[in-house]
């Protein structure tokens, strides 16, 4: 995958985000999501591990050092970004778990995730 921009629209926000998505040249990828973001000081800890690019939507799977761990929605066709985390899916405690059924994880908004 070439480093990949989406741009997602927030509409509770009225607002633009970028999604720059960023190849580290050893087969994992990290994301930018720029300055200024609510979500991105949050999140500053979380490295990408995963990342599923398909029809309908991106996936990107992230955890911390600490075993935390978050799986981001975003929808393809730019109207916005859901998270899923151990907040609103309380029975999957572990990024292998999330992350393997990330098609059925519960998403919600980021103060809904956090």
């Known amino acids: 995958m070439a480093n990949t921009s989406y ?7 009225a607002a ?13 990828y990290s994301h930018d999501t ?11 800890s979380y490295e990408t591990n995963d990342i599923e690019d398909g029809a309908t939507y991106l996936y990107l799977g992230q955890s911390t050092s600490s075993a935390a761990w978050c799986v ?19 029975a999957v405690t572990t990024y292998s ?11 919600g908004r980021f103060d809904e995730a956090f």
């Open 72 to 90: 981001k929605r975003v929808n393809q066709d730019g109207t916005g970004i859901r998270y899923a985390t151990v907040t609103n899916n309380g």
């Open 16 to 28: 633009e985000r970028r999604i720059r998505l960023i190849d580290n040249g050893d087969g994992t």
């Open 34 to 44: 720029g300055s200024g973001s609510a979500s991105g000081s949050a999140l500053a």
């Open 7 to 13: 741009i997602v629209h927030d509409r509770e926000n």
């Open 97 to 107: 778990d999330a992350w393997t059924n990330r098609a059925t994880l519960t998403y």
